[in-house]
C-alpha cells in the first residue's frame, strides 16, 4: 500500500522516480534492520 507510487509511472523525470526507488527501499532496510535478527 505504502508503494502504491510505484505500481504506474506517472513521474515526468527520471530522477523523480529513481527517488522514490530509493525512497521504497531505505524503508524496507529500516524496517528490516528495526526488526532485528531472527
Given at each position: 500500500?505504502?508503494?502504491?507510487?510505484?505500481?504506474?509511472d506517472y513521474e515526468?523525470?527520471?530522477?523523480?522516480?529513481?527517488?522514490?526507488?530509493?525512497?521504497?527501499?531505505?524503508r524496507l532496510m529500516?524496517?528490516?534492520?528495526?526488526?532485528?535478527?531472527?
Amino acid at each position: 500500500g505504502k508503494s502504491r507510487r510505484m505500481a504506474k509511472d506517472y513521474e515526468a523525470l527520471v530522477e523523480t522516480a529513481e527517488n522514490l526507488v530509493y525512497e521504497v527501499m531505505i524503508r524496507l532496510m529500516v524496517r528490516r534492520l528495526a526488526k532485528g535478527p531472527p
